[in-house]
C-alpha cells in the first residue's frame, strides 16, 4: 500500500514537473501585437484577401488609399512569454503589384486545446472597387460602410455580414451565415452555401440571373415592394408576399397578364432562383 503511494506521489509530481517545462499555467490570458500599413493608390484597385484564420471589418474612406490595421492575438493556459512567442507563428505578407493589394496571412503553429490564435484586420479603403476576392477558412467577414464592384468571396466556416452592397456578389463555401442588408444586386450572381442561413435585402437588376442556395439552412429574401422578378424556388417556401402584386414565380406566370403587363419585356425582368434542401423559404417586401 505505501510503495503504490509513492508511486502515486512521483507521478503527480512528474506531471507537476512537465506543465512546469512547458510553461503552462491554470488561467487562461491573452497576449497580442499590432501593426498597420497605409497604401497610396492611383485611380482602379483591387483587393485579394486570403487567410486560414482571421477576423476583417471593412470600412470605406473618401482618400485614395487602403489602411489596413493588423492585431495578431493568441489566447491559452501557457506562461505569457510563451504566448508572446506563438504570436511570431502568423505568417502575414501585404504586397501591391500593379493595381492590385495582396493580404496573405497563415499560421504556421500547431493549434491545440490549451490555446487558440486568430488575426483581426481592419481595413479603411475607398468606397469603390473593381474587384474583391476573400477566401477565408475560419472567421467572420463584416463590411460595415457602403461599397460597391465586383465580390467573390470563398468562406468556409466564416459568416460574412453586409451593410450596403452595389455590384456582382458571388459567395461560395462550407459553414457560415450570409447576411446583406441593403444594396442592389447585379449581373450574374451567386450566394451558394453548404450549410447556413442566408439573409438578403437588396434590388435586382434587370437581365440578372440570381441564384441563391444552402444546402441545411433558412433563405429569407426581401425585395423591393411593386418590383417584378421572375422567382423560382425549391424547398420548402413558408411565404411569398408579393404573388398578388406583379411578381412572376414557377407556379404564377399568368399573374402578370392578368394584371396587363407585357410579357414581351419579360427578358428584362430579373430571374431569382432560391434553393434550400433542408430549411425554409420566405420572400417579403421592403
Known amino acids: 500500500m505505501e510503495s503504490k503511494l509513492i508511486i ?14 512547458y510553461g503552462k499555467t491554470d488561467t487562461k490570458i491573452e497576449v497580442s501585437s499590432y501593426s498597420e500599413n497605409t497604401i497610396k493608390l492611383n485611380g482602379r484597385y ?18 485614395d488609399e487602403i489602411k489596413i490595421e493588423i492585431t495578431r492575438r493568441v489566447k491559452g ?24 493589394v495582396f493580404l496573405k496571412s497563415r499560421y504556421k503553429g500547431r493549434k491545440k486545446d490549451l490555446y487558440d490564435a486568430i488575426v483581426d484586420y481592419t481595413i479603411y479603403m475607398p468606397k469603390t472597387i473593381e474587384h ?5 477558412s475560419e472567421g467572420k467577414v463584416r463590411i460595415y460602410d457602403d461599397i460597391q464592384g465586383v465580390l467573390k468571396a470563398e468562406l468556409d466556416n466564416t459568416d460574412i455580414q453586409i451593410n450596403r452592397f452595389n455590384g456582382v456578389l458571388n459567395i461560395f463555401g462550407e459553414e457560415g451565415d450570409v447576411k446583406i442588408s441593403n444594396g442592389k444586386i447585379k449581373g450574374n450572381s451567386e450566394v451558394s452555401k ?3 442561413n442566408i439573409f438578403i ?14 444546402g441545411f439552412g433558412h433563405i429569407e429574401l426581401l425585395a423591393e415592394a411593386g418590383s417584378k422578378i ?5 424547398g420548402e417556401l413558408t411565404i411569398n408576399e408579393f404573388e398578388q402584386n406583379g411578381f412572376i414565380t414557377s407556379n404564377g406566370i399568368n399573374q402578370l397578364k392578368m394584371q396587363g403587363y407585357n410579357l414581351s419585356n419579360e427578358d428584362k425582368v430579373p430571374k431569382v432562383k432560391l434553393k434550400s434542401e433542408l430549411g425554409k423559404i420566405s420572400i417579403r417586401k421592403y
Open 132 to 136: 474583391m476576392n476573400y477566401k477565408v
Open 230 to 234: 421572375n422567382f423560382e424556388t425549391v
Open 194 to 196: 453548404k450549410a447556413g
Open 46 to 63: 483591387s483587393l485579394d484577401i486570403s487567410c486560414d484564420i482571421g477576423n476583417i471589418g471593412i470600412y470605406t474612406w473618401k482618400r
Open 77 to 100: 493556459t501557457y506562461k505569457r512569454e510563451m504566448l508572446m512567442e506563438k504570436l511570431e507563428n502568423f505568417d502575414i505578407e501585404l504586397i501591391t503589384d500593379n493595381d492590385t
Open 8 to 21: 502515486i506521489i512521483l507521478f503527480a509530481f512528474m506531471l507537476s514537473g512537465c506543465g512546469t517545462a
Open 201 to 214: 435585402k437588396a434590388e435586382f437588376d434587370q437581365n440578372g440571373e440570381y441564384m441563391i442556395s444552402t
